[in-house]
């Protein structure tokens, strides 16, 4: 890091000298227009023009000759790096798999339309504007999708509820975290994405990574619910209450950690989380070994176990982020003391 002093020119005007290696590393010289960013978080970026412009700008990438999921991969790859269009070429040609493959991928990613289509082209365009885009409410509508599959999943497991087509609740919660990581890896490259969206740098990062765990807890929802719908009957009895309380924590600790980062609960709400995520990894150890000795017992049920504990270590993450902030802004307070809790 260098430093300079802000000089004053004609009565009005602030100035200051730029370092001679950045300037003929971007070829900048006198006359040069150059672009200024100004950050919501207090920062001024000097950018030379054009040079981040590649990173979410038009692609153009060849596709393999056969095969569908190169196909696939790469148009969710792109969508994720935030690219705004991307063009797919097939020297011999596109089969009719691979533009099935477009057309469905297109309707799954939001924004996204097929724009041309030629039989050796197909060009995709994101129309998503990050000004018209709020990704705390995504997020919140993200948590409401992720724990309500959870809910059911585990209702499931005693016979009070029927899941069907669990998948596509989770392609619906992927189709959140897609635009979600979009609009963050755009943040990255592109400096006035940030300020489109209304937020600072790490704001951006805590609420991507918060829907990235909320992302993974709906992966545990859909294979707790697969797991429901293959058990030859409903678990009953203690083994029933067990997990349902288990299950029950879980969520708890999801729904804490979110509340520190999306609605400042405070580092008490953290706190209260991460000790519900260690009540869930000590049941969820001890079910799992009496599940394991128990010559009866159903082995799928030791894969809900293990969901349902991952379940809690996600939340636990988010209120880490939470604290994290609470340190990095000064506002976290020391843990109440049990004792004064108890007079």
């Known amino acids: 890091m260098e430093t300079r002093k802000i000089q004053q020119v004609g009565g009005g005007t ?12 971007a070829e900048v010289s006198a006359g040069t227009v150059v672009d200024l960013h100004t950050h919501i978080d207090g920062l001024l970026v000097i950018q030379a023009d054009d040079c981040d412009h590649g990173a979410t700008g038009p692609v153009e990438i060849q596709v393999p000759s056969d095969g569908a999921d190169a196909v696939e991969q790469t148009l969710r790859a792109a969508y994720a790096a935030g690219a705004e269009e991307i063009r797919l070429t097939a020297p011999q040609g596109f089969s009719d798999d691979q533009r099935r493959v477009v057309d469905r991928v297109a309707r799954n990613l939001t924004g996204v339309a097929v724009a041309e289509e030629s039989p050796t082209e197909v060009t995709v365009r994101t129309m998503l504007d990050a000004a018209e885009v709020s990704i705390s409410q995504s997020v919140r509508q993200l948590q409401f999708v992720a724990l309500s599959m959870h809910r059911d999943a585990a209702a499931a497991l005693t016979g009070e509820k029927t899941v069907e087509q669990p998948a596509d609740r989770d392609d619906q919660a992927d189709r959140l975290y897609a635009m979600i990581e979009r609009h963050f890896e755009r943040g990255l490259s592109k400096l006035d994405e940030v300020d489109a969206l209304g937020l600072t740098r790490p704001e951006l990062f ?5 829907a990235r765990e909320l992302e993974r807890v709906a992966d545990h929802a859909e294979r707790i619910a697969r797991v429901a719908a293959r058990l030859e009957s ?8 067990e997990l349902e309380a288990i299950a029950a924590t879980a969520q708890r600790t999801v729904e804490d950690g979110i509340r520190v980062v999306i609605d400042d609960a405070g580092a008490d709400t953290a706190r209260q989380a991460l000790s519900a995520r260690d009540r869930v990894r000590a049941d969820a150890t001890d079910l799992d070994r009496r599940l394991f000795e128990a010559p009866e017992s159903d082995y799928r049920l030791t894969h809900v176990v293990d969901s349902l504990e991952r379940t809690a270590e996600h939340g636990g993450n988010v209120a880490e982020l939470g604290l994290r902030r609470a340190v990095r802004t000064g506002s976290l307070a020391p843990a109440a003391d049990p004792a004064d809790a108890s007079d």
């Open 14 to 25: 602030y100035t200051v000298s730029l370092p001679k290696e950045w300037a003929q590393q």
């Open 206 to 210: 805590q609420l991507w990574a918060t």
């Open 234 to 241: 409903p678990v009953t009895g203690d083994l029933a209450d």
